[in-house]
């Protein structure tokens, strides 16, 4: 059977994103979700209120009984927060993840505007783990942070993109949101060329946890044998559906409505 997921990332006490978004977007996807905590938030759809890390040597041991046992067909990996976590996970990996497809979501900035991921980690992130994932899926302020680069149209996407590739994972999925216009558009790369993907911009306050959600469905695809293409296809399908189908709960940035589905599944 296919369809495991190890998620490896932080908990949002808020339902919206993280961990708690994994969960049922992988669950909505016909997948099976199993985590490894790395840190737990109390926010909410306005603030991130407080961030308690886990400490790296149990996050590790998470990931190594899940592994040891249950095993899984992909890893999703979110919120680290730091240089010790990142340094954790990737060792766990090297023992006992060798040969699961990877999909790094490199969480760096909350919508709140909280950093949740430390300026001085992003070196090891990249060192460590942007080297084995098959798709990294960062937004715009992400792909900046790891290139060192102003992305403001679909030319610097593409270059933008291209030097995240050449750190090592198999695909880059650049994720254009937030720039402006009433298309949103998400650029696929890999070494035999690019995709392009486009979808009507969703004018809503209610866009909690999009990147968690789209990198985790993402993983579920790939858990259950689809291709890369194909399965980042249907996971902005999911997304899309999901944020039309939003509960309108909160008064900030709202969450998702995780519980739609795209059917048939593999």
Do not use: W
Not at 83 to 89: G, K, L, M, P, Q
Not at 145 to 167: F, K, Q, V
Request: charge should be negative.
């Amino acid at each position: 059977m296919r369809g495991r997921v190890l998620v490896i990332a932080g908990s949002d006490s808020g339902g919206g994103a993280g961990i708690q978004a994994d969960i049922k977007t992988v669950t909505a996807l016909g997948g099976y979700a199993a985590t490894a905590i790395t840190a737990l938030t109390a926010q909410n759809t306005r603030v991130v209120d407080g961030i308690f890390p886990i400490a790296p040597d149990f996050v590790a041991r998470q990931i190594r009984v899940v592994l040891q046992d249950i095993g899984a067909d992909a890893i999703k990996i979110g919120m680290l927060g730091g240089t010790a976590i990142i340094e954790a996970v990737a060792e766990e990996l090297d023992g006992c993840g060798i040969g699961i497809p990877l999909v790094l979501d490199p969480v760096m900035v909350a919508k709140s505007g909280t950093f949740l991921l430390q300026p001085e980690a992003v070196l090891s992130l990249k060192q460590r783990l942007m080297v084995r994932a098959t798709v990294a899926t960062p937004n715009i302020p992400e792909a900046e942070a790891l290139t060192g680069m102003e992305i403001r149209d679909l030319e610097a996407m593409r270059h933008a993109a291209g030097l995240i590739l050449s750190l090592g994972p198999t695909a880059v999925l650049l994720k254009g949101g937030h720039m402006e216009g009433p298309v949103v558009c998400d650029l696929l790369v890999t070494e035999e060329g690019e995709a392009l993907f486009e979808s009507q911009r969703i004018k809503t306050p209610h866009d909690h946890g999009t990147g968690c959600t789209l990198a985790s469905a993402t993983a579920a695809g790939i858990a259950q044998g689809l291709t890369i293409h194909d399965a980042v296809a249907r996971a902005r399908a999911y997304v899309h559906q999901a944020i039309l189908h939003a509960p309108g709960f909160g008064h900030g940035r709202g969450p998702l409505g995780h519980g739609f589905t795209i059917r048939p599944f593999p």
